[in-house]
């Protein structure tokens, strides 16, 4: 059984940073995609940011220019970092990974909450 272990949420000001890590319990060269979802209170899972094994990323653009996702295969991490905080950031934050073959599986970890306040 794969774990997401995520750390780095917290409470931030607006315009401030926080950076977010994901470490996975196996070797992430296994995942095709790992990635960065967020809900916020009464509203649906969304994504933020993706990333593949060749490092091509996909960002939400709510946040480009703002976050930056990259992943750390030697640590077996993905990171969000956050910059330029808005109060619409404030969502629990879950990471992600997916895999295709042999099969497609999807891991979640168990979300972490930031909060930004104005």
């Known amino acids: 059984q794969v774990q997401l272990v995520e750390s780095g949420g917290g409470l931030a000001q607006a315009g401030g940073s926080l950076r977010l890590s994901c470490a996975a319990s196996r070797s992430s060269i296994s995942f095709n995609v790992m990635g960065w979802y967020r809900q916020a209170p009464g509203g649906q899972r969304e994504l933020v940011a993706r990333?593949?094994?060749?490092?091509?990323?996909n960002l939400a653009n709510s946040v480009k220019g703002r976050f930056t996702i990259s992943r750390d295969d030697a640590k077996n991490t993905v990171y969000l970092q956050m910059n330029s905080l808005k109060p619409e950031d404030t969502a629990v934050y879950y990471c992600n990974a997916l895999t295709t073959f042999p099969a497609r599986n999807e891991y979640w970890g168990q979300g972490t909450q930031v909060t930004v306040s104005s």
């Open positions: 990333i593949s094994g060749s490092g091509s990323t």
